[in-house]
């Protein structure tokens, strides 16, 4: 192939200063690789996990995901698994087979992607003097001439984009380690403030949920950077402490001197049921076991006719409140049991909704809540008018989520 520092656009494009500048480095490295004077850097790469490491790094070189897709379009081009950077790499598909490979993109769209790759110094034009794209074959078959497009400086950039991609996936570590805590200081804290206004305990803990609240409401936007998460991470872990310190001065010297053996003999002698008799026959055992089966008809007969699938494509802003991600029904009943707190919703109306609806059902009105919170003034007030219809049978969970489904598209 004849080698050439680069050919200026065809047509509209222009040649800048930037554009030449990095067609002479290339060229430079190329040479440099060539004569074995390239250090550690070989200037290869395999081209998939290259593209991968790309797509995880490409907000540092201010690519979409349709660039990416496009860029993979024209790697697809190419025979050999590793690009090789010392030589120019090019490829020149017709722009029909492009859009084929690039899952059908508009001509315009390819247009302005290739300008985004070219500006972000990942690709180079290599034009014809007509501007076609094609290759000149020698005797033996051999590729001599070819006009198209280099992909030679996205194999010299692998070891700063396979540096960047690390670095990415350390600070999406480390943010997803953020999360995890302030969403475990807002569930810690939800639940300690619940308990105590179950319980009458002493102190003002109106004061503490409507500072819970005030606090939550901002807690875990989906584009949180993480020092606004190390500051809210900080301010809630002193405000745990607060609230921990509040509820411990609130025991009597009884309950904080009450042992595991005695709180558990107190639970079984409250629950415990007198046994009776159906026919004269039935016993006690047989009774619970009847009771049993009963209750679980019931939970059977309340689960709702949504998939978690459906639920996190709609409801997506639920997930940030599940440490582990949301992977059952059980992630999405922990996740609102905090989010009813956060919204203002008071443990009773909490408690009447799950019995008027079901747990699940209305796991799922808080999760739809969320999403709208911006539009609802009063949440408890909402969800108990739900309550009520739910009461009557007037509710339908399906149909609210298909009313945000719609409201979305």
Not at 231 to 241: G, H, I, K, S, V
Not at 290 to 312: I, K
Request: aromatic share 6%.
């Amino acid at each position: 192939m004849i080698e050439r520092l680069g050919t200026t656009p065809f047509g509209g494009g222009r040649m800048s200063a930037r554009l030449f500048a990095r067609q002479t480095m290339v060229a430079e490295r190329q040479g440099k690789l060539r004569a074995g004077d390239g250090g550690n850097d070989t200037g290869t790469a395999d081209k998939w996990q290259l593209l991968r490491a790309l797509t995880e790094a490409r907000e540092h070189f201010d690519l979409s995901d349709r660039a990416i897709g496009l860029l993979e379009a024209l790697v697809s081009f190419t025979t050999e698994r590793t690009l090789d950077g010392s030589k120019p790499i090019i490829v020149f598909p017709s722009n029909r087979e492009l859009s084929i490979r690039a899952r059908g993109m508009a001509p315009a769209t390819i247009r302005r992607h290739l300008a985004a790759l070219v500006d972000a110094g990942l690709l180079f034009r290599r034009d014809s003097a007509n501007g076609k794209r094609y290759c000149l074959r020698g005797d033996h078959g051999d590729v001599e001439e070819a006009f198209g497009f280099d992909l030679a400086p996205l194999a010299l950039k692998a070891t700063e984009i396979h540096a960047l991609a690390e670095t990415v996936r350390a600070e999406a570590k480390a943010l997803r380690q953020l999360r995890t805590e302030v969403t475990l200081h807002l569930r810690d804290i939800s639940k300690i403030i619940t308990a105590a206004l179950e319980e009458a305990r002493t102190g003002d803990w109106e004061g503490m949920l409507l500072t819970f609240q005030s606090m939550s409401f901002a807690a875990l936007p989906r584009k949180a950077q993480p020092d606004a998460l190390r500051t809210l991470r900080d301010r809630l872990a002193t405000f745990r402490l607060e609230v921990e310190n509040a509820y411990l001065s609130s025991l009597s010297e009884e309950e904080m001197s009450a042992n595991d053996h005695h709180s558990e003999r107190h639970y079984q002698n409250s629950n415990t049921d007198l046994p009776f008799e159906l026919g004269g026959k039935e016993s006690k055992k047989e009774a619970e076991a009847e009771t049993s089966r009963q209750e679980g008809a019931e939970r059977q007969e309340r689960r709702v006719a949504v998939s978690l699938d459906r639920l996190r494509k709609v409801c997506p802003q639920i997930g940030d409140y599940c440490p582990g991600g949301m992977r059952g029904w059980q992630d999405l009943l922990n996740a609102a049991d905090l989010v009813r707190s956060m919204l203002g919703v008071s443990p009773d109306a909490w408690a009447k909704a799950k019995k008027a609806m079901g747990e699940q059902a209305a796991a799922i009105v808080i999760a739809l809540m969320l999403e709208r919170a911006e539009e609802i003034r009063s949440p408890g007030g909402y969800l108990r008018d739900l309550t009520r219809k739910a009461e009557r049978s007037a509710f339908s969970i399906l149909a609210m989520l298909q009313a945000l489904e719609r409201h979305k598209d």
